[in-house]
């Protein structure tokens, strides 16, 4: 269970070629034929670094404007959602938890459904706002439940947000049942599984600096999250704020899952399974476990949503969809495997 | 080096520490004693700063510890609880190497120094050779002393150990505290066996009630009166023929001479 003892940096070091090979070849896959090498040529002609007069327009639209930023985005969702797992099983002590344990999908998408549906505030705010306001809306309405004077109980937490995802997740039905457009709820329907049809550039430039400034303060907080494991009072012993440390992770956690869910929808069963799957690879250590989670989950979106969108074409399969099948069963080997629960 | 001083606490209503005090000097070793519910656990944590005291105060090196940061506090303060257990799956060097938390940064891997204490305080345990050997296989004895190692590579100036000769066989608990000794820090000790707390400690502070009853070296505070006083216990004061410590012997209340019971609390 504590393979790569000698040389941390390797799991890293290769999770980080492949997810870069994974954005890579994904971007090559598709209705129209590119190699892989062409893709490199257009990321090098774009990125001003070489330029390859042999690369057509056309293709170059292809890649650059229609599966890079898909592709980038699958992984930068997928390393996001991953850590968030990986530490709010952590900081609640649940293996079971995920990125959406505070109520944030719901609370996302019933901010989506208000906007989508109802039309309020559809111009100003966009889908995308309105999922992000209603994930930090939920995700207060958890923390208020759940706090007591400036603690946080990690069960009442879990149960608060289970509380909180349930009304949510009744008032988006109620909202769907009662506007009842059939369009608009088939829009919906693609919203909750999960989809990053559609992505920009833009889409990217707002998750990038999120997502890597999300993780490296996980990262960053790894130590002292080693020392929860004897529960907090001996965390204390060791010289670690714990309220203060699940303060921060919980809030950057948020964040980044609000934002995150706004641009792809809910997309399950990554922040669930790669923790779990990079656990096995590095141990628990979060140093390692961490990066190793994060680029463990962008490869692993990477190629569900290349499943996602070429698998029925030319129709869509919504990427959660993708994520549940394949997602579901690993994580029942998974845990077969496993001497311990996790 | 660390005094508590007046320490009062109470939870859920019941006072569970009535004005307790315990300090130490470096180099010292107090026995925390008392029956079962004196407070022992209780004055240790208030003493780590682990429960804020109702009133009272905790001074570290002479500065008070409400004004210091848990980190800081850290360094120079380790503290052993009773039967920590964890459902993470971790190996002896993990759990052992966890005692370094406080004195690294965040992004700072671990260090040839932090390796060279962890080895050290492997060897004084008796676990070189285990490091990895998950924490789940260790016998409760074994899990005392990687505990105690943790505590080691802390470096710490003062050490508040929990019944730390709790699952240890009379061989270990002998060495364990043997090593305590000649670690010559600060340290005080919560005992159950007055026995072992007679043979070590230099100093012996008896609990009762939440409240200090007697302080002082083992054989002045150690006598049959006391032991019957504070435990309801008829107790026979001897001394040890080699190192001229007290020992106690116990005497069953079924061979006894028929104590009255009435009105006994």
């Known amino acids: 269970m504590t393979r790569g003892r000698l040389r941390p940096w390797i799991p890293a070091l290769v999770g980080l070629v492949l997810a870069l090979g994974s954005i890579i070849v994904a971007s090559a896959i598709g209705p129209s034929s590119v190699g892989p090498a ?12 070489a330029s390859h007069r042999d690369v057509s327009p056309i293709m170059q639209a292809i890649v650059w404007d229609l599966r890079m930023p898909r592709t980038v985005l699958a992984a930068l969702v997928g390393a996001g959602l991953a850590v968030a797992g990986a530490v709010m099983q952590a900081v609640t002590r649940n293996p079971l938890a995920d990125p959406y344990l505070l109520g944030l999908s719901s609370g996302a998408a019933l901010g989506a459904v208000v906007v989508l549906v109802l039309g ?15 994930a930090l809306v939920a995700f207060g309405f958890v923390i208020a439940i759940a706090v007591s004077g400036r603690r946080l109980d ?12 349930t009304i949510c997740a009744a008032l988006t039905s109620l909202i769907v049942v009662v506007a009842a457009n059939p369009f608009k709820t088939r829009e919906v329907d693609y919203w909750l599984l999960g989809s990053l049809a559609g992505t920009t550039w833009g889409n990217d430039l707002v998750a990038a600096p999120v997502v890597v400034a999300c993780v490296g303060v996980c990262i960053g907080c790894a130590r002292s999250l080693n020392a929860m494991a004897f529960g907090d009072s001996d965390a204390r012993a060791l010289g670690v704020d714990t309220t203060r440390l699940r303060w921060i992770l919980l809030v950057t956690c948020a964040l980044m899952t609000g934002v995150l869910v706004s641009l792809s929808g809910a997309i399950g069963f990554v922040g669930l399974l790669l923790p779990h ?9 979060n140093r390692r476990l961490l990066p190793v989670s994060a680029l463990a989950g962008a490869i692993f979106l990477v190629w569900a949503d290349t499943v996602a ?6 129709r869509e399969i919504p990427v959660g969809v993708v994520t549940a099948l394949v997602g579901a069963p690993a994580f029942a080997l998974l845990i077969r495997q496993r001497r311990r629960a996790p | 080096m660390l005094a508590a001083t007046n320490i009062t606490w109470s939870a859920g209503g019941a006072l569970i520490l009535d004005g307790a005090s315990v300090q130490v000097d470096a180099g010292r ?14 004055l240790l944590r208030c003493a780590a700063a682990l429960t804020a005291a109702d009133s009272g105060e905790v001074m570290l090196d002479g500065a008070d510890v409400r004004a210091m940061r848990r980190r800081a506090i850290a360094r120079r303060l380790a503290f052993v609880e009773q039967d920590a257990d964890t459902d993470v ?23 040839a120094e932090d390796l060279s ?18 924490w789940h296989t260790l016998s409760g004895g074994e899990r005392q002393r990687a505990r105690i190692a943790r505590a080691l590579v802390q470096q710490p100036e003062v050490l508040l150990l929990d019944e730390p000769t709790n699952h240890l066989d009379v061989a270990h608990q002998l060495e364990l505290l043997d090593l305590v000794r000649s670690l010559e820090l600060a340290t005080v000790a919560a005992l159950h066996d007055l026995n072992l707390a007679a043979a070590f400690c230099d100093e012996i502070v008896v609990l009762a009630k939440g409240r200090v009853v007697a302080t002082g070296p083992p054989p002045e505070v150690l006598t049959a009166e006391l032991i019957d006083d504070v435990y309801d216990v008829e107790a026979i004061v001897g001394e040890h023929p080699v190192t001229g410590r007290p020992t106690i012997v116990f005497t069953p209340r079924t061979r006894g001479r028929g104590r009255q019971t009435a009105g006994g609390d």
Do not use: C, Y
């Open chain 1, 120 to 134: 309020v505030a559809a111009g100003s705010l966009g889908v995308a706002g309105g999922a992000f306001i209603g």
């Open chain 2, 89 to 111: 799956e971790l190996e002896v060097r993990d759990v052992v190497l966890l005692g370094r938390t406080p004195h690294r940064r965040a992004f700072e891997p671990d260090t």
């Open chain 1, 277 to 285: 799957a990079a656990r096995m690879i590095v141990g628990r250590d």
């Open chain 2, 117 to 134: 204490l962890l080895a050290v305080a492997l060897e004084r345990t008796g676990l070189t050779g285990r490091e990895h050997q998950s």
């Open chain 1, 38 to 49: 062409d893709v490199w040529a257009v990321v090098l002609n774009k990125l001003g670094l």
């Open chain 1, 309 to 314: 969108r070429t698998a029925l074409q030319p």
């Open chain 1, 154 to 165: 990690p069960a009442v937490t879990v149960l608060a947000g289970v509380a909180v995802g």
């Open chain 2, 29 to 42: 070793l107090v026995g925390l004693i008392g029956p079962n519910g004196s407070g022992k656990t209780s």
